[in-house]
């Protein structure tokens, strides 16, 4: 080959390779990584933790993943049902440019943000849901405050505000049963309220309502709700100054009649009676002596009399009593007054009542209530008495069948049988010796309805005969 050959062919070369060396080389596509592209592959974080990306002229760019799970997330990993929430936080403080030509740039002095927020995380939804709960919550205290009178569900509501609420809401409430004070006592189910102010109010608003009521004491005490708030006002004065006392009771005591015949009226007289000085209801006397059959009644009529009657020696009262007695063996709540007799030290009472009791034994013994003054005469009578009762079981019915079996299938008297049986052996022993003797008297009382009531207690009573 020629040397003129080998030039040209070496410069061809030469030129191929330069081209190739300066082509200009295609730039090749970034690839847009956003938080929603598959080749984002961020590592995995824990719970409260953040990725910082610092910038070299921007400031500082944070992007935060906050969540209460125990177990980590994958920030841009869609889930259909826990979609996490991010937050991108982008802080501009100062702005750094390479200078141009003819431009001048100014500071910035203030601080931007610029706050990018996606309420998708479950943590996000559940303060979301207390936000919702808490306006749902005053929406219905409110609805409640205005029901506070004739609905139950309301009052109970806010009785439990109350005890537990805030500040204000206690506040708002007492404001709301100060301004229809008279209607909410005498409400069935607004009285609790009042009542609640009393138990754990604050001690201002309690002399508040004190000083409302006033004026209006004997009307709420005669009503059946009122008079339970008259009652917690009685409780709260209590401990207060003396003059509060004088001042309830100077308002009442001209209209003492009215409240002993009413049984709700006797209830606030027994309040008194419990938690005031006796002697501010000294006075109360000779209203009681005078209204002792009327007060036997009802409930709290008797018990302000048993008050009476424990407190001191009252020979006038008892008198009054005596005079009734019979009429208040066989009366529903009389009854107890007996009893309360027959168990006190009032010898020369109890020997009457003794004598009327023995008169009248079978006719008590079949009575509701004068069955339970039976038993309890069976209980403090000594052995002389419980001869007599013995000699009264072992009498003869029309029938010519023992009256022991007679009580024991009575629907009372078979209360009164089973306390004999629990007396002193010895002195009913003729009466387990005959039924231990006549098995078909034991299969005639565990065959009655009310007999086989008590017809264990009898076969343990001749069990050692």
């Known amino acids: 080959m020629d040397p003129e050959e080998k030039q040209l062919i070496g410069s061809i070369l030469s030129d191929e390779s330069e081209v190739q060396m300066y082509e200009r080389k295609q730039p090749r596509k970034k690839s847009k990584l956003s938080l929603n592209a598959k080749e984002f592959q961020p590592t995995l974080i824990n719970s409260i933790e953040q990725i910082e990306i610092l910038g070299e002229n921007y400031g500082n760019d944070t992007m935060t993943y906050n969540s209460t799970n125990s177990q980590p997330y994958i920030i841009n990993e869609r889930q259909k049902e826990k979609k996490p929430s991010i937050k991108i936080h982008h802080d501009l403080k100062q702005l750094q440019f390479s200078?141009?030509?003819?431009?001048?740039?100014?500071?910035?002095?203030?601080?931007?943000?610029?706050?990018?927020?996606?309420?998708?995380?479950?943590?996000?939804?559940?303060?979301?849901?207390?936000?919702?709960?808490?306006?749902?919550?005053?929406?219905?205290?409110?609805?409640?405050?205005?029901?506070?009178?004739?609905?139950?569900?309301?009052?109970?509501?806010?009785?439990?505000?109350f005890d537990n609420g805030t500040p204000l809401q206690r506040g708002m409430i007492f404001e709301t049963i100060e301004k229809n004070l008279i209607k909410t006592s005498k409400d069935l189910f607004g009285n609790y309220l009042v009542q609640k102010v009393y138990l754990s109010g604050e001690k201002q608003w309690k002399f508040s309502l004190f000083y409302q009521l006033k004026g209006h004491f004997v009307e709420l005490s005669k009503n059946q709700y009122a008079s339970r708030v008259i009652n917690r006002m009685i409780e709260f004065l209590k401990d207060e100054d003396y003059h509060f006392q004088t001042e309830f009771m100077d308002e009442i005591k001209y209209q003492v009649r009215q409240l002993i015949n009413d049984n709700n009226g006797c209830f606030v007289l027994l309040s008194c009676l419990e938690n005031f000085d006796y002697k501010l209801c000294e006075y109360m006397k000779k209203h009681i002596e005078q209204s002792v059959y009327s007060m036997s009644q009802h409930t709290y009529g008797c018990r302000i009399i048993q008050f009476m009657l424990q407190k001191q020696h009252n020979q006038s009262l008892l008198d009054q009593i005596m005079d009734v007695s019979q009429q208040l063996c066989i009366c529903e709540f009389g009854n107890y007054i007996i009893q309360f007799?027959?168990?006190?030290?009032?010898?020369?009472?109890?020997?009457?009542?003794?004598?009327?009791?023995?008169?009248?034994?079978?006719?008590?013994?079949?009575?509701?209530?004068?069955?339970?003054?039976?038993?309890?005469?069976?209980?403090?009578?000594?052995?002389?008495?419980?001869?007599?009762?013995?000699?009264?079981?072992?009498?003869?019915?029309?029938?010519?069948?023992?009256?022991?079996?007679?009580?024991?299938?009575?629907?009372?008297?078979?209360?009164?049988?089973?306390?004999?049986?629990?007396?002193?052996?010895?002195?009913?022993?003729?009466?387990?010796?005959?039924?231990?003797?006549?098995?078909?008297?034991?299969?005639?009382?565990?065959?009655?309805?009310?007999?086989?009531?008590?017809?264990?207690?009898?076969?343990?009573?001749?069990q050692f005969v």
Request: charged content about 20%.
């Open 341 to 462: 007799i027959l168990k006190s030290n009032f010898k020369q009472q109890k020997m009457e009542l003794f004598r009327i009791i023995k008169s009248n034994f079978q006719t008590l013994s079949y009575n509701k209530y004068g069955s339970n003054v039976v038993e309890v005469f069976l209980e403090v009578i000594e052995q002389e008495d419980i001869k007599f009762v013995t000699n009264i079981m072992l009498t003869a019915d029309q029938e010519s069948n023992y009256l022991f079996v007679a009580f024991a299938t009575h629907p009372f008297g078979n209360y009164v049988f089973k306390k004999y049986l629990q007396l002193d052996q010895q002195c009913i022993l003729p009466v387990l010796g005959i039924m231990k003797r006549h098995p078909e008297l034991l299969q005639q009382i565990n065959t009655s309805e009310y007999g086989q009531k008590i017809f264990s207690v009898v076969e343990r009573s001749i």
């Open 99 to 161: 200078p141009k030509k003819h431009q001048t740039m100014q500071p910035i002095t203030e601080v931007q943000t610029f706050f990018l927020t996606f309420n998708s995380h479950p943590t996000l939804q559940e303060d979301n849901q207390v936000q919702l709960q808490l306006r749902q919550d005053d929406y219905q205290f409110r609805v409640s405050l205005e029901q506070i009178c004739g609905n139950q569900n309301a009052s109970r509501n806010l009785q439990k505000i």
